[in-house]
């Protein structure tokens, strides 16, 4: 085979209109399973199963992961020697059917799950396989973790599974020189918005009613929200049937420039809250009062630099207690920050990388 001289392979370049067609197909023979009786802790939940197959028969993500195992057939019928394969691993449909159709097809090829992130594991506890699932080849033959403090959590529901660390490649400003810090004219609140609208609107909510109790206490405090890179800053104030405080600033540059002269990051269910633990800027998690709360920050990092607030209260008193003990804890958090650093984001470096990529 000649080298290509293409640097992306497109599945769809590869796929037969007979593949398509038998996606069709899918929805009608998941109708036809037939669910017998079963009861869970006394319940019959027998209804709940057979709406649920109803439902999502057609699911658009079943079906993207019917047409990632037809690619990997339809590519092996191409004769290309794939090294290596690396999958952006979330453990879902669309994973599993390029993982199985490769171990069917691609029987040499060496296939990593790479996890790039860190997101709460008891939201997002489907991340981590489960036995059934090895032994139907749908895990890589190694899950990539970015830091060695995450290699347990993929371990949750079956052990036989082969972990390693790899470059957190999304996270590299985590290990550049701190370039600012906080103005000691100001004590700077982030708030870092989620991808959720509801909870964007929840905690900004939450924050107007919070923020002339604070504003009493703390007399040089500064207000910043960072929107979700899915938002525009017009976007998020649609969400509010009034006018946002003045006060209240918007930032749509660097995530990192401006957290480096935070004095506080708020947030929720997101990286950035490890993000901003390595800087030493202390983290409130945003605690969800009708729903699973997405705490990405593990539990064995002490909460002496972050804490989870539920009512509004709570979020008054914790923020005044992060503002009178921001000179005592400043030499903890700076000693809390390497530690937090060296365990969940492994740097990126020549070394790293060829050991990620198997050039060893």
Same mark, same amino acid.
């Given at each position: 085979?000649?080298?290509?001289?293409?640097?992306?392979?497109?599945s769809?370049?590869?796929?037969?209109?007979?593949?398509?067609?038998?996606?069709?197909?899918?929805?009608?023979?998941?109708?036809?399973?037939?669910?017998?009786?079963?009861?869970?802790?006394?319940?019959?939940?027998?209804?709940?199963?057979?709406?649920?197959?109803?439902?999502?028969?057609?699911?658009?993500?079943?079906?993207?992961?019917l047409?990632?195992?037809?690619?990997?057939?339809?590519?092996n019928?191409q004769?290309y020697n !794939? $090294?290596? =394969?690396?999958?952006?691993?979330?453990?879902? /449909?669309?994973?599993? +059917?390029?993982?199985?159709?490769? &171990?069917? @097809?691609?029987?040499?090829?060496?296939?990593?799950?790479?996890?790039?992130?860190?997101i709460s594991?008891?939201?997002?506890?489907y991340?981590?396989?489960?036995?059934?699932? !090895? $032994?139907? =080849?749908?895990?890589?033959?190694?899950?990539? /973790?970015?830091?060695? +403090?995450?290699?347990?959590?993929? &371990?949750? @529901?079956?052990?036989?599974?082969?972990?390693i660390?790899?470059?957190?490649?999304?996270?590299?400003?985590?290990?550049?020189?701190?370039?600012?810090?906080?103005?000691?004219?100001?004590?700077?609140?982030?708030?870092?918005?989620?991808?959720?609208?509801?909870?964007?609107?929840?905690?900004?909510?939450?924050?107007?009613?919070?923020?002339?109790?604070?504003?009493?206490?703390?007399?040089?405090?500064?207000?910043?929200?960072?929107?979700?890179p899915?938002?525009t800053?017009?976007?998020?104030?649609?969400?509010?049937?009034?006018?946002?405080p003045?006060?209240?600033?918007?930032?749509?540059?660097?995530?990192?420039?401006?957290?480096?002269?935070?004095?506080?990051?708020i947030?929720?269910?997101?990286?950035?809250?490890?993000?901003?633990?390595t800087?030493?800027?202390?983290?409130?998690?945003?605690?969800?009062?009708?729903?699973?709360?997405?705490?990405?920050?593990?539990?064995?990092?002490t909460?002496?630099?972050?804490?989870?607030?539920?009512?509004?209260?709570?979020?008054?008193?914790?923020?005044?207690?992060f503002?009178?003990?921001?000179d005592?804890?400043?030499?903890l958090?700076?000693q809390?920050?390497?530690?937090i650093?060296?365990?969940?984001?492994?740097?990126?470096?020549?070394?790293n990388?060829?050991?990620?990529?198997?050039?060893?």
């Amino acid at each position: 085979v000649e080298p290509s001289l293409n640097k992306f392979i497109i599945s769809d370049d590869f796929l037969k209109i007979s593949d398509y067609i038998e996606i069709l197909k899918h929805p009608f023979k998941i109708l036809k399973v037939k669910i017998p009786k079963i009861h869970y802790n006394g319940f019959d939940i027998t209804s709940l199963l057979r709406q649920e197959n109803k439902r999502n028969c057609s699911d658009h993500s079943s079906l993207f992961g019917l047409l990632n195992y037809f690619f990997s057939y339809r590519f092996n019928n191409q004769k290309y020697n !794939v $090294k290596l =394969l690396i999958d952006w691993y979330e453990n879902q /449909v669309l994973d599993r +059917g390029m993982i199985v159709g490769f &171990h069917q @097809f691609h029987q040499h090829t060496k296939i990593i799950g790479y996890q790039g992130y860190v997101i709460s594991p008891i939201l997002h506890s489907y991340i981590y396989p489960n036995k059934a699932e !090895v $032994k139907q =080849l749908a895990v890589p033959d190694k899950i990539a /973790v970015i830091g060695k +403090g995450l290699v347990d959590n993929v &371990h949750l @529901f079956c052990k036989d599974i082969d972990v390693i660390t790899a470059p957190a490649f999304r996270n590299k400003k985590v290990w550049e020189e701190r370039k600012s810090f906080p103005d000691l004219n100001y004590f700077q609140i982030f708030i870092a918005l989620p991808i959720s609208l509801r909870d964007c609107a929840e905690i900004l909510n939450k924050l107007v009613r919070i923020k002339e109790k604070i504003d009493i206490e703390i007399k040089n405090v500064r207000y910043v929200v960072k929107p979700h890179p899915t938002y525009t800053i017009t976007k998020i104030k649609t969400l509010f049937s009034y006018d946002l405080p003045d006060t209240i600033l918007f930032h749509t540059g660097d995530f990192h420039r401006e957290l480096e002269i935070s004095n506080l990051l708020i947030t929720n269910g997101s990286t950035v809250a490890l993000e901003a633990l390595t800087k030493g800027v202390p983290v409130i998690i945003v605690g969800d009062q009708n729903g699973i709360t997405q705490n990405p920050i593990p539990d064995s990092i002490t909460n002496i630099i972050w804490r989870i607030c539920y009512t509004d209260e709570e979020f008054i008193n914790n923020i005044l207690d992060f503002y009178k003990k921001q000179d005592i804890n400043k030499n903890l958090y700076n000693q809390l920050s390497k530690q937090i650093k060296t365990n969940y984001f492994e740097p990126i470096n020549k070394n790293n990388v060829r050991k990620f990529l198997n050039f060893y």
